[in-house]
């Protein structure tokens, strides 16, 4: 079974999204999809009302996940970890032990745009219309990936 980790700052508010829009658009029978955080800030707690708001507004119910950290066996665990922006993927790669490791780690929105260090960016201090944006980013990236891991 192929495995896919989400993974932003805080793992409640971009993340999470991530993670219910792929799931939303994959056999998760075949594919398994989770998210975690580079901060252990929100452990075990719910995905940020507003993500919970903006999935819920697209019919996706987010409300089953919990918060969690990213550790250094998450690299053991999964095939793909996507990361939301480049303060995450720097502070991931620091903990990967070679190039496989390091080669697991991609920006999530170099699925749209390759080579383009485009960034989710953070809803969390925003207005709602922020997380809006994010969920539709983050739809367009999900596709790609979805698209590339079932053909």
Not at 44 to 73: C, M, W, Y
Not at 96 to 117: F, H, R, T, Y
Request: charged letters at 25%; one cysteine or more.
């Amino acid at each position: 079974m192929l495995k896919v980790l989400m993974v932003c700052l805080g793992n409640i508010c971009r993340s999470p999204l991530a993670e219910g829009i792929l799931k939303s658009k994959i056999d998760t029978n075949q594919i398994f999809v989770d998210s975690a955080g580079t901060g252990a800030y929100h452990v075990g707690n719910l995905p940020d009302s507003r993500s919970i708001e903006v999935a819920k507004k697209h019919q996706l119910d987010i409300t089953d996940q919990r918060a969690r950290a990213f550790s250094s066996a998450d690299f053991d665990q999964f095939d793909y970890i996507y990361v939301m922006d480049a303060s995450n993927y720097s502070n991931v790669v620091k903990l990967a032990v070679n190039e496989a490791q390091k080669s697991k780690v991609k920006m999530i929105l170099e699925e749209l745009e390759p080579s383009s260090g485009m960034e989710v960016p953070d809803p969390y201090y925003g207005g709602d219309g922020g997380f809006e944006h994010v969920y539709q980013l983050l739809d367009e990236s999900c596709t790609v990936i979805a698209e590339k891991l079932t053909n």
